[in-house]
């Protein structure tokens, strides 16, 4: 066999696709073995939006139910003197089931397990990695603790013997895998699809109806009007693809979105739904009669008509965001922050996003950003109306510029900006008798601010049961957070040229296990805090992300014993792996082809990274062992919404609800249960004195799995404070 030399060492031959046409530097980089493979498109197929599954029709599952009986009857003997009867254990869910909830529920084969599962057997057969990236995995693995690595060996096994049934198909994919008996595994193919898997799971949670999926939003025709004659006379429709923007919303992982009196169009012969954080709004703290410190917060109010004056004045931001006598909320972000836009008739896989400083005509950044079109709304009502309102959720991901658009080494200037979103004129509307090349949207105001680079810490403190899951026996449940920090060297993320991103941390950070051993209905925690992140600074426009999983596990001892020795090897082999993958130039590499010609934000890179490492595990899990998933979530932080949440003056948003869901059921599968797990994310009363400048922020997450599930819902408390 004949070999050539890369950047991982020697590598064998492969096959490659036709090739003759490129220069030699563009074929060194064997195919990725997991790339989609085009398809041709059957142009009477539209019942599904791309990268959909087909589901085979299921019974719906019987509800578990819990055996009353037999509880009460061991309630009893357990009471009487000189009874010691062997502690009742909680029944687990069958593997095949587990996995099979998880394909309903998110949709994603994951290759990267299959591909730990063949590395893991090239160790144990004392093979040699084949290239640079492959010795690093056999030096990971060679490091793990000898009891860990057995029970990881066993839980292998166990997945081996679930893949040889024929039931975890639908959640693994062999791309990887199969090439592993082939050839050395190149590096830029992990991490390629490390970013594809956690960019679906991650644009399923934070773009809403776009099943995870990059691309064009659906062509939605509307009219727009012309007038030509005085006073609004001589008006003249025209009816096309006309873009609109909705609404931005400056937190990545949250559902807070700001538009205006203009912007949000009603569902016709309705009304906007105005919520209380979106007006501007002044908050004072003083102490009660009883010392508790209580927020009073008011809506800030145009000023004064002057005398005489038959009109009053208008808020900030002019007419669109003066609503009765009340100030509309103008979003704010730091430089080299992101922010998310929604609106329709997001058209292109790709649009430009404009922000231009008002009263600054020097400061005008135009950007080309990713489109996450809405596959789920209708593109007309029941009777036959193209729907163009505020039910639609094309969405744009769009990172900011940190640096002035004209002036090399200068900052980007804080202040009031005006963002559009351009859309190519695929469908050549028309418009006032010609055709433009561009279509764009009306315009809303972000405020960019300055950036706070303190350090901050996130730690969890309390929780609680509320519901524990069915059966004998109580709970035990495990818990841990995988925290991912980046740091961009360039804003925004170029997709080519030389490392632009630099990850900090990827870890797992184990909450104790004893506080939440034989938890019941109703009952809290034991004592215990854990720091899930910092004390650090986030670093200039720097993201954190934390990724949570919960599992009730067996609480055998012996059964106990062996998944924690199988948790700290995966635990540990995963996250360095991931890190091996994506370090130095790998991530940009991947972002390049995955992504073609755009850029991500940094908070969409690293929710899809940590994403993916939660997957991967919640996978593996699903797949082995005696543990049933209790909960799900992913969170991200940056400084800007950290500053906000700890500053005293700013008002409680409203509570968040994320769903780990299949995007595309219909209501018949739903009820069949696509919910895997529901998230509810509360903010509680900041905790600080009178007059202080800063404060703890407090907030409550709740995880719920459905009857047909585990039944049960847990809540942790998460507090993050400056330091």
Known sequence: MTTTSDSHGTTPDRERDNCSDLEPDAQRTPRNPCAPQPTKKDPCDCG???????????PKRPLPRRDECCEQLIEILQGL???????????????????????????????ILPFFGAMW????????????????????????????????????????????SGKGECLFNDCLADSVLKGPIE????????LREGLKLAGQTVFRNSGGVMGPGQVRLWDNKVFHGPNGSGATIFQGPWPWLTAIAPDLSSSEEYGNLESFRPVPGGFHVWQNYQYAQECSFAPDPSGKIVASCTRQHPPPAPPGSLFG?????????????????????RPGGSIKLRGFNFITPTVKVRIARVGDPSVVHEQDCTVWGDQATPIKDDAGHFIVDERVSDWVDCPLPSGHPTIPGAPLPSGLYEVSVIVANVTNANYDGSTPPVLVTNKLLLRIEADPNLKYLVWSNRGRCNRETPGMGDDEIWWDAFVGHIVPKEVPVPTTGASALELKMLERRSFPRPPWEDMDDGESAGAYSIDVWGPRAFELYGVAVIGMVGFEVDSEAAARDQLQGFWNAWGKALTEVATVAISGAGLVEAVAKLVVGVTLTVALIILAIVAAVVLICTAFWAAWAPADLIALD???????????????KKPLPPPTTRLFDD???DAGVSAQGSVLITVVETALAKDHKAGDAAATWIQEVQYDTPEHGEDASYTLEFRLART
């Not at 599904?48 to 299921?58: A, L």
Request: net charge neutral; with cysteine; hydrophobic share 30%.
């Open 121 to 164: 057997q090239r160790y144990e057969a004392g093979e040699e990695g084949r290239n640079e990236f492959e010795k690093k995995i056999v030096n990971i693995f060679a490091g793990l603790d000898p009891k860990d690595a057995k029970a990881f060996s066993y839980a292998f096994d166990q997945y081996r013997e679930l893949r040889q």
């Open 81 to 111: 003197p000189g009874f010691e009867g062997r502690k009742p254990h909680k029944p687990k869910q069958r593997p095949a089931r587990k996995v099979q909830d998880l394909c309903d529920a998110l949709g994603i084969a994951d290759a």
């Open 48 to 58: 599904k939006p791309p990268g959909s599954r087909q589901r085979p029709d299921r």
């Open 634 to 648: 992913i969170m991200h932080f940056d400084g800007s919404n950290a500053w906000d949440r700890t500053d005293p």
């Open 313 to 333: 004045n208008n808020c900030e931001g002019g007419p669109n965001y003066t609503k009765d006598n009340d100030c509309l909320r103008i979003p704010a972000q």
């Open 187 to 194: 590096r830029a193919w992990v991490a390629e699809e490390l």
């Open 663 to 665: 995007p595309y059921a």
